[in-house]
């Protein structure tokens, strides 16, 4: 299990279509009060083969994605080494974007 903290700015619409367009997708909204328990059905969920998840800055909804290619961001965005974070801490992704000190965190298990 590699998690992947996104530190660099990037546009959430753009993030959610490009990652649409190659793997299927399901939203699981919550609220301050549903948060946990949607957090376990979602982690839930991130046990099946081939999927991960994607949690982003100020957006209430957890993202499952299902697909038999591995999401690919350096040259999906260019990115650089100092533009994301690799973490086996299944909390640390959720901790940083709730904290704002990171803009996304895709979530394998």
């Known amino acids: 299990m590699t998690n992947i903290i996104i530190k660099k700015w990037i546009e ?4 959610l279509e490009t990652a649409k367009k190659a793997y299927e997708m399901k939203d699981y909204t919550f609220d301050g009060f549903s948060k946990d328990a949607v957090k376990k059905e979602f982690l839930k969920a991130l ?5 991960f998840g994607l ?9 499952l ?3 038999e290619k591995p999401i690919d961001l350096k040259n999906l965005y260019n990115f650089t080494e ?7 801490e299944l909390e640390k992704p959720f901790s940083l974007v709730d904290l704002g000190k990171a803009e ?3 979530i394998k298990l």
């Open 12 to 15: 959430p619409y753009i993030l």
């Open 47 to 51: 046990e099946k083969p081939n999927t």
């Open 55 to 63: 949690y982003m800055k100020n957006v209430n909804k957890f993202y």
């Open 65 to 67: 994605f299902s697909g």
């Open 82 to 88: 100092e533009d994301f974070e690799l973490t086996n």
């Open 104 to 106: 996304a965190g895709i």
